[in-house]
T-cell receptor, first 111, second 116 residues
Framework: QKEVEQNSGPLSVPEGAIASLNCTYSDRVSQSFFWYRQYSGKSPELIMSIYSNGDKEDGRFTAQLNKASQYVSLLIRDSQPSDSATYLCAVKGKYGNKLVFGAGTILRVKS | GAGVSQSPSNKVTEKGKDVELRCDPISGHTALYWYRQRLGQGLEFLIYFQGNSAPDKSGLPSDRFSAERTGESVSTLTIQRTQQEDSAVYLC??????????????FGEGSRLTVL
């Protein structure tokens, strides 16, 4: 079992729709959770972090965390073609500083 | 500098040659990470530095890979006797000291290595 799992996609949504990206993790004591966006040929950039159960909203982005289910999600409202990218879920354990990344989900927003 | 700086941005080498990749983190960032990303794949952890020490080297794929960091700043990743499967983008990231950050990483633009 991979430590962090994501559906590779591609996930295709029409412009203006809600895109829902999901991630599960195996280490139950993980404490910090991150969503990075990576445009083709570019390096990853942080878009959201979440540390407690529940929802965290930032503009069009909402991160959701359910530690009991070991599940993290990212919702993108009013999706735009510029949101088309690979979204990487990353998890940091309780011990050590290593950030473990999932393989990423490709999102395509069609105008 | 303003961001994480990596060099070279592109490196083409012949199988069997040694290569050195350099990373200059954001000033004041005590933690430094190296990741590898093969084409179309996710980020594979290689090594993590806290200051000049490397408490986690668990991701280095073989003894051909080594890394060092001096002066709590610049780090060098060395790959000896390169193989074709070493072809990838090598990403460096840094993060601020514990207690002043929530653990997010700031990435450089990467060094693209092609082994012929």
């Amino acid at each position: 079992q991979k430590e962090v799992e994501q559906n590779s996609g591609p996930l295709s949504v029409p412009e203006g729709a809600i895109a829902s990206l999901n991630c599960t993790y195996s280490d139950r004591v993980s404490q910090s959770f991150f969503w990075y966006r990576q445009y083709s040929g570019k390096s990853p950039e942080l878009i959201m972090s979440i540390y407690s159960n529940g929802d965290k909203e930032d503009g069009r982005f909402t991160a959701q965390l359910n530690k009991a289910s070991q599940y993290v999600s990212l919702l993108i409202r009013d999706s735009q073609p510029s949101d088309s990218a690979t979204y990487l879920c990353a998890v940091k354990g309780k011990y050590g500083n290593k950030l473990v990344f999932g393989a990423g989900t490709i999102l395509r927003v069609k105008s | 500098g303003a961001g994480v700086s990596q060099s070279p941005s592109n490196k083409v080498t012949e199988k069997g040659k040694d290569v050195e990749l350099r990373c200059d983190p954001i000033s004041g960032h005590t933690a430094l990470y190296w990741y590898r990303q093969r084409l179309g794949q996710g980020l594979e952890f290689l090594i993590y530095f806290q200051g000049n020490s490397a408490p986690d080297k668990s991701g280095l794929p073989s003894d051909r890979f080594s890394a060092e960091r001096t002066g709590e700043s610049v780090s060098t990743l060395t790959i000896q006797r390169t193989q074709q499967e070493d072809s990838a983008v090598y990403l460096c990231a840094s993060s601020p000291p514990k207690g002043s950050s929530t653990g997010e990483l700031f990435f450089g633009e990467g060094s693209r290595l092609t082994v012929l």
